[in-house]
């Protein structure tokens, strides 16, 4: 039998495929030919400027050089057009030149052929004088800043220079509004200072502090004692600043002028007598203000502690013995929770002890030491003053037993673990599945088996089992037996689309309830051959199919329903080519319409023969319109089995597989049940094996078309009506149709989607909608508020008051494309969709367009231009007849910005302009 060797990594990642990778290889702006990029930097008199970088930024890497003794540079670089030519010197002292410079010299840059491009840089003016004290002592090792200021935020380029012995310095910068920074004195009544001017020229510019505002007073105690040696820290602008009080409790800050955020009192580990050895203190006074206070002149914050009473006494044990080397830490009690201050004491040879503690409520924690018979110990009480008591512990109880699998075998090497929310403790069983823990006695509200990595035959790897929901009591000794659920072990090969082995792939599980992944878990790693084998509990579980970093293959979720021993093989598709998504992607039994899959890389057309998503599912009307783009009509059975499947293409340049891309789901109904008042006795709880939920509450009034039966369902169909969009909207593959049609629910219901990555690809999730949808009326309407939306789990909640068909739209969209018709010389052109794959710079559009005519046309033509005129996206296209060609174009150099555009398409002598607003 093979070695299965299992991973560490357990958390659960959805479908994510880089844009680069997902689009490799597709038309659009290239960079082909090495040729040469050439030329001279000057400065703005001239005057060559020598030891300067040259960099151009490129998506394979920087290319760059430095300017020789005559300013020149000169470099190998492919045909295309690049964001920027910059010119930048970081941290080489060059004469007149800003230490950190980082100019962008042009924008965008065009090379075609060998390109020359000279760059005159912009003035750069010199600031120059000396540094003194208020007592006009000169400043030496002062380290000076100075950036240009555009609106509130500084710039580069910007200088640093160190000052002389006798306090002089000279820094370069460009002109315009700029910042000129002094640092904190080495006397700390020297304060940091900036200066905001308009630079035009050289300028002589001398320098003095100013007497700095001092912030001083004095920490005592409620009782007026001074306190020594405590922290007192403040933010001011972003930055903590602390001091040790002196031996009278004082303390002092020299600050510049503005405003001082907070000041506390603290310690951390200190073991002053005055006060607990954990602090975080923030004074209150009705008068005097510690947070958000300005400091203009010299100000005085005195600060009085509260009143720590101090707890002290003898630590005993059975029969009376003083117990010594015990830790007794106490902890401030609020609301249920252990808070600070806190303090710590050992007891000493005779038990006796001494802690400062939080007035009110308290708790203390008693930690035998290593060895020691008793176990750990926990006392609340509560003190107005200090006190002194005898505090005495009993030995432990203890708690023993054996964990068991389903089939009685022993488990070793899993934690048991009790806690009363305070204090855990916890044992591993032994290789005969016995434990045994000390404690003290009490109840235990929180009683589970984990494991939490160890590679153990029957149990998963990430396992989190609550024994007895409602805990377990201690006494003086428990023995308990615990039988673990029944873990099921799924098996099989991880194959590529050759249904060849292939090792190293993660796979990996987790519980799926109510639309979100859960604990229990497992992991594991294929061999050599391809197996693999995960232990899962009952029910629906989540797996995701992980290939290592720079592997051919891509991630894959699906979901998988474990009623039994189960042989699963997986089939990997490929990164960089293949099927990246199918819409829909979930349709139920008995549905039929037409489908979409888009590909990567791929090669459908001119021909695909085969079309196999599994049995049940039966093809027919394959339509390819391009490479990358195939429709076809699909009828699934009413005997289809439901599940998540793997769809294969077969055409004339290859075979594909899309694993895990399709789902059939079964319809799920659910009975009402009604109390005497016509309202629901019993809530109402549906969900199908994609996470979607319908729950309707007990007390709901429910009111039923006339004949209807007293029932609730849904189930996904087939897209409808594809051509019926909202006002402003744009819809993605997901829908689910409720029945009975026109039921009406007081209050509403709560309704649940869940969806895919590849649903909502190039979509802004946190504007999707439940839109119902009216097939005979021809009308979608927005369906109520919204309740809840998690877009890392994919899921929207939403109020419903009555059923109907519902599906998911993104609001607010943009759909200026929808019906344009620009008439060419034989037909007309009909562009459908345009939208940007991702934002931020990724560099991708989606186009979907189609023609209509009877004849031939010239090649069809489109760009995508800025407001500025700027060709940002180009793309020359075969001019096919057809609808629903999709086509992926690469956004030139990557650029990043929102805004209006311009898509003009031209064919057959016809030029179409179409405004519209992109995010790229």
């Known amino acids: 039998m093979p070695t299965v060797t299992r991973s560490l990594k357990f958390s659960i990642a959805r479908l994510v495929m880089p844009l680069a990778l997902f689009f490799a290889g597709i038309p659009g702006t290239v960079f082909s030919a090495q040729v040469s990029l050439s030329g001279k930097v000057v400065f703005s008199d001239g005057n060559p400027l020598a030891g300067v970088t040259v960099a151009v930024p490129t ?24 964001d920027q030519l910059r010119i930048r010197n970081m941290g080489t002292k060059l004469p007149g030149v800003p230490a950190m410079l980082e100019y962008v010299a042009v924008n965008p840059l065009i090379v075609s052929g060998n390109t020359l491009k000279n760059v005159t840089m912009p003035a750069f003016y010199r600031i120059h004088g000396t540094l003194r004290t208020p007592a006009t002592v000169a400043v030496a090792n002062a380290m000076l800043t100075v950036s240009s200021w555009s609106g509130t935020m500084t710039q580069l380029p910007n200088d640093q220079n160190t000052t002389a012995s006798d306090g002089t310095y000279a820094l370069f910068c460009i002109g315009g509004q700029v910042q000129l920074s002094v640092p904190t004195g080495s006397d700390s009544s020297l304060a940091a200072f900036q200066l905001r001017f308009n630079l035009t020229k050289d300028t002589l510019l001398d320098l003095a502090y100013t007497p700095a505002p001092v912030l001083s007073g004095v920490v005592k105690t409620a009782d007026g004692i001074a306190v020594p040696g405590i922290t007192v820290a ?71 502690l509260p009143k720590f009473p101090l707890f002290s006494g003898t630590l005993l044990g059975a029969a009376d013995v003083p117990l010594a080397g015990f830790t007794l830490t106490v902890y401030g009690w609020k609301s249920n929770m252990r808070q600070l201050p806190n303090d710590v004491a050992t007891a000493d040879s005779q038990g006796h002890f001494q ?6 409520d308290n708790q203390l924690v008693i930690d035998p030491p290593m060895g020691s018979s008793y176990s750990q110990a926990t006392q609340n009480f509560s003190i107005a003053s200090d ?163 720079g592997s051919a293959f891509a991630t894959t979720s ?87 499947r793997s769809v294969r293409v077969v055409g004339d340049k290859g075979t594909y597989v899309g694993a895990e891309l399709f789902t059939v789901t079964a319809p799920v109904a659910s009975p009402l049940l009604f109390d005497g008042a016509g309202k629901l006795a019993k809530a109402v709880i549906i969900e199908d094996g994609t996470g979607t939920q319908l729950q309707v509450d007990s007390g709901t009034s429910v009111k039923l078309p006339p004949g209807a039966a007293q029932s609730l369902g849904f189930e996904a169909p087939m897209i409808k009506n594809d051509q019926v969009n909202p006002t402003a909207a744009e819809f993605i593959q997901v829908q689910r149709e409720f029945s009975p049609a026109g039921v009406v629910f007081d209050p509403p219901a709560s309704l649940t989607f869940h969806y895919s990555d590849q649903d909502v690809k190039g979509v802004d999730e946190s504007k999707l ?44 969209g943009t759909n200026s494309l929808l019906k344009p018709a620009p008439k060419a010389s034989r037909g007309t052109l009909h562009v459908t969709h345009l939208r940007a794959l991702s934002g931020r710079g990724q560099g991708w559009v989606r186009l979907i367009y189609g023609l209509e005519g009877k004849n031939s046309y010239s090649d069809l033509r489109f760009r995508l231009v800025s407001m500025r005129g700027e060709t940002v996206a180009e793309l020359q296209l075969p001019a096919r007849v057809g609808m629903e060609q999709v086509s992926d174009w690469r956004v030139a150099g990557g650029k990043s910005k929102t805004g209006c555009f311009q898509l003009i398409a031209e064919v057959d002598g016809t030029r179409w302009v179409q405004s519209l607003v992109l995010g790229l």
């Open 558 to 644: 699906f979901t998988l329903k474990v009623d039994g021993p189960l042989v699963h093989d997986i089939i990997l598709s490929d990164q960089a080519k293949g099927l990246a998504s199918i819409q829909p992607s979930v349709v139920g039994q008995g549905k039929s319409g037409k489908i979409t899959l888009i590909g990567v890389n791929t090669g459908f057309f001119p021909k695909v023969s085969t079309l196999d998503f599994g049995s049940g599912v039966v093809v027919t009307e394959i339509t390819v319109h391009s490479d990358i783009s195939i429709t076809a009509q699909v009828a699934v059975s009413d005997t289809a089995t439901p599940g998540v």
């Open 59 to 82: 998506p394979t890497g920087q290319r760059k050089t430095q300017t020789d003794v005559q300013g020149n540079y000169s470099f190998s670089i492919e045909e295309g057009t690049y």
């Open 234 to 304: 403040l933010v001011k602008d972003g930055i903590q600043h602390e001091k040790r009080t002196d031996s009278q409790g004082r303390y002092s800050f020299a600050l510049s002028a503005g405003t001082v955020t907070e000041l506390r009192v603290r310690a951390m580990g200190d073991t002053g007598s005055l006060y607990p050895a954990n602090m975080e203190y923030s004074p209150v006074d009705s008068v005097v203000s510690y947070k958000n206070f300005t400091i203009s002149g010299d100000l005085v914050r005195n600060v009085a």
């Open 355 to 360: 802690l400062r503690c939080s007035l009110g």
């Open 769 to 812: 909608v439940a839109y119902k949808y009216d097939n005979k009326a021809d009308t979608v309407v927005a369906e109520y508020k919204v309740l809840a939306r998690d877009t890392a789990k994919n899921l929207l909640k939403q109020e419903v008051t009555t059923f109907s068909l519902f599906r998911l739209a993104k609001s607010g």
């Open 387 to 549: 006190s002194t008591a005898v505090t005495r512990i009993s030995k432990g109880a203890v708690f023993t037993g054996k964990v068991l699998l389903s089939s009685r075998a022993p488990v070793s090497g899993v934690t048991v673990a009790i806690s009363n929310g305070l204090v855990q403790k916890e044992a591993v069983t032994n290789s005969l599945g016995v434990f045994r823990i000390a404690a003290q006695p009490g109840r235990y509200a929180d009683f589970r088996v984990r494991n939490m990595s160890a590679d153990l035959d029957g149990v998963p790897r990430m396992l989190e089992y609550t024994v007895q929901p409602d805990g377990i009591t201690l006494t003086d000794s428990l023995d308990l037996e615990v039988v673990l659920p029944p873990f099921r072990k799924v098996a099989g090969k991880v194959l590529d689309a050759s249904l060849k082995p292939v090792p190293g792939i993660d796979v990996a599980s987790s519980a799926w309830k109510s639309g979100m992944t859960q604990l229990p878990s497992d992991d594991c790693v294929s061999a050599g051959d391809g197996t693999y084998a995960l232990f899962l509990p009952d029910g629906t579980n989540w797996i995701t199919v992980r290939p290592p970093n």
